[in-house]
């Protein structure tokens, strides 16, 4: 098999997904305060998904995950479940969204700090959203999946964290997931070539401790073996001749 290279058509589509994928993370950020359960967050993002944007929330039954969206608090690394624990002061959370519109994909996430968190936490938090655009800046047309990965993976050990390799950004379009896998490690010259019209998501996630995760008897929730804090960043990216798009983009980050 081969990645897909997405047509004019199935772009515009993939640019409208990826607008309302942010715009639900727009929406539920002044929600994500100390005492909210992440249930309550995955209530309204599932209201406001199928009820506003008239679109599915991709999470909901995929591979029989039970939430519409993915709460990952603290040590866990993804995959969180949303339930009815309530968020506390100090708390670092992920919300990742994905959303389905005229049968395309939107995939994104970030970071939240509840109430105070301490500064160990939000240097880790920073450090991760800046090694995902290190990896978004890596991409054009010509350029080497490796090239993303080493960004990253770089800039993350030089600022003492580890990569997490069990999971990866991904290609995304009529598919939740498609090829390639998209490694958040890597070296430089290495790799698929990126083409135009390509579609991939990067989304590192960095760990304060070692890489190691493990997956919880649920089936579903990845935390650290350490038990060390997990950040994670998640942007759906468009190959273009010259550079690229973010097509997850929120106001905050034009
Ligand atoms: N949104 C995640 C990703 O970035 C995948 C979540 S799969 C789910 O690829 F089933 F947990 F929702
Ligand atoms: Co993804
Ligand atoms: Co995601």
């Not at 968020?87 to 109430?115: A, E, P, R, W």
Request: hydrophobic share 40%; glycine share 8%.
């Amino acid at each position: 098999m081969s990645i897909i290279i997405k047509t004019d058509s199935e772009i515009e589509k993939m640019r409208v997904a990826g607008k309302l994928a942010a715009d639900v993370l727009e929406m539920i950020a002044p929600f994500v305060v100390v005492g909210v359960t992440t249930n309550e967050l995955d209530k309204l993002c599932h209201d406001f998904i199928v009820d506003v944007q008239q679109a599915i929330p991709a999470p909901l039954n995929y591979h029989g995950f039970p939430k519409s969206i993915c709460t990952s608090i603290n040590h866990t690394v993804c995959h969180g479940i949303p339930s009815d624990k309530k968020l506390k002061s100090g708390d670092i959370v992920n919300v990742d969204i994905t959303v389905i519109k005229d049968d395309y994909h939107g995939d994104t996430s970030q970071m939240f700090c509840v109430g105070t968190v301490n500064p160990h936490a939000k240097r880790l938090v920073d450090i991760t959203r800046e090694a995902m655009f290190l990896g978004i800046k890596q991409v054009r047309a010509g350029a080497r999946l490796g090239d993303i990965g080493h960004a990253i993976q770089h800039y993350a050990e030089a600022n003492r964290y580890s990569v997490v390799r069990d999971f990866c950004g991904h290609g995304i379009g009529k598919s939740f997931h498609e090829e390639p896998h998209v490694l958040h490690y890597g070296k430089i010259g290495e790799g698929e070539t990126l083409e135009a019209g390509m579609i991939i998501t990067i989304e590192p996630m960095l760990n304060l401790g070692k890489r190691h995760v493990k997956t919880l008897g649920d089936g579903w929730t990845a935390v650290t073996k350490d038990h060390s804090l997990s950040a994670q960043w998640e942007h759906t990216i468009l190959v273009t001749p010259t550079g690229y798009e973010i097509l997850t983009l929120r106001q905050e980050e034009m």
